[in-house]
């Protein structure tokens, strides 16, 4: 049985804490946080050991009440593998402490590609983080270009990729970020950080990709444009991605016709958290003109990355391949809508 360490208990730190819990080859051995809040009473409640992150601050959780099993070192030293989900640029700093009691560990997509060894997307390079110490799970918008590039160019070669991103401002419990009221071109320089980043994937991919900010909390939305090596029906494309496990087709019978209406459809359909775990790519955008494919496809930042993140753990561990773990991750999970 793996034991997982989660350090960062947060927005993406929670989910996969809840993931790893599914899994029947992985236990949660703790979680650290910097502070008492409603997410550590909520891990005690789940019956998470809870760990403090900041040696000086362990006294903040014994005035709330709050029990703690001990340092985030002692955490760290009896994990078999670490997942850091702390802010952007933590990772970084917790490096050193994951290096000291040698324990390979896991980071987000905040953190820059030189931090690790590898960067990873189980779809695409699976295979390249076995034995790694130090992986980066690309972050959520990464992860839903790769998902999608992967089997294009598997089966008709890519000559390039030219995606624009509409993005969410913040998560819905962000109440310091925006805009408010706007649109921000984000990065206002070209290409945004996306793009470089699926190349720490795919080395020899064309890429360019365009970032803005809108005031929305629920996903993200793409406009994608794939020129392909050959000329494709836009049927076949369809035919090729309904095989995908993590990309899901949004059928027109639907009636979903934006992220609020698929926030809505995880809910009913009794998603935790409502999270959409797969892309979701609009079955009618999808459209060919010669070489070159159109689709549109929303990403839910706090939950796409978290499937991955329980692949990595089993691809750095070496404790299982591609197709198994994916396989066993999306059972355990009910991936696939
Ligand atoms: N949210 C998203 O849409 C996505 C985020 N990512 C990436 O995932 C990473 C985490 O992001 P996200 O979950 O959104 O961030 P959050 O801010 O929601 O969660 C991070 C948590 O880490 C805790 N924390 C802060 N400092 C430390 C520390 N030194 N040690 C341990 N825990 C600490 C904070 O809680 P407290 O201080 O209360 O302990 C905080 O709640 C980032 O790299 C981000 O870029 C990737 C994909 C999508
Ligand atoms: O990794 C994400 O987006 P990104 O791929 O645009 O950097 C997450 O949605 C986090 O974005 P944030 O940096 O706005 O919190």
């Known amino acids: 049985m793996l034991q997982v360490a989660i350090n960062g208990y947060g927005t993406i730190g ?5 993931a790893v819990r599914e899994q029947p080859d992985m236990e949660v051995l703790g979680v650290a946080k910097t502070r008492p809040n409603f997410e550590a009473e909520t891990a ?31 955490l760290v030293d009896e994990a078999d593998v670490v997942v850091d989900a702390t802010p952007s640029g933590i990772g970084a700093q917790n490096k050193e402490l994951y290096e000291e009691y040698d324990t390979p560990a896991l980071y987000q997509g905040g953190e820059d590609a030189d931090l690790v060894d590898v960067s990873f997307n189980a779809r695409s390079n699976f295979a390249d983080a076995a034995d790694a110490d ?50 921000l071109p984000n990065p206002v320089t070209i290409p945004s950080h996306h793009g470089p980043d699926v190349e720490t994937i795919f080395p020899d991919l064309d890429i360019d990709t365009l ?43 639907m009636n979903i016709d934006g992220s609020g ?15 959409l775990w797969e892309n979701c790519i609009w079955e009618e955008s999808i459209s060919t003109v010669g070489n070159d494919l159109y689709l549109f496809q929303g990403i839910h930042q706090e939950s796409d990355v978290v499937p991955e993140n329980v692949d990595a753990i089993r691809a750095v561990t070496g404790s299982a391949d591609a197709e198994e773990s994916i396989e066993r991750t999306n059972e355990t999970l009910g991936i696939g809508l």
């Open 44 to 74: 005690i409640d789940k019956g998470f050991p809870l760990y403090a992150a900041v040696e000086e601050r362990e006294h903040l959780f014994d005035e709330a009440g709050l029990e703690i099993a001990g340092p985030v070192e002692d």
């Open 211 to 253: 970032g803005m900010k809108v005031p929305a909390t629920q996903m993200h939305m793409h406009s994608l444009n794939v020129t392909l090596e050959e000329e494709v029906d836009a049927d076949d494309v369809r035919e090729l991605f309904a095989d995908e496990s993590r990309l899901f087709l949004i059928p027109e019978r």
């Open 261 to 275: 209406k698929l926030k809505e459809y995880a809910l009913d359909a009794g998603r935790p958290r409502g999270d």
């Open 134 to 183: 130090h992986v980066r799970v690309v972050s959520c918008n990464t992860t839903g270009l790769s998902r999608v590039i992967s089997p294009l160019r598997e089966a008709y070669g890519v000559e390039k990729v030219r995606a624009t991103l509409v993005r969410r401002g913040g998560d819905p419990g962000q109440t310091d970020r925006g805009p408010i009221n706007d649109i």
């Open 14 to 18: 929670k989910r996969v804490a809840d």
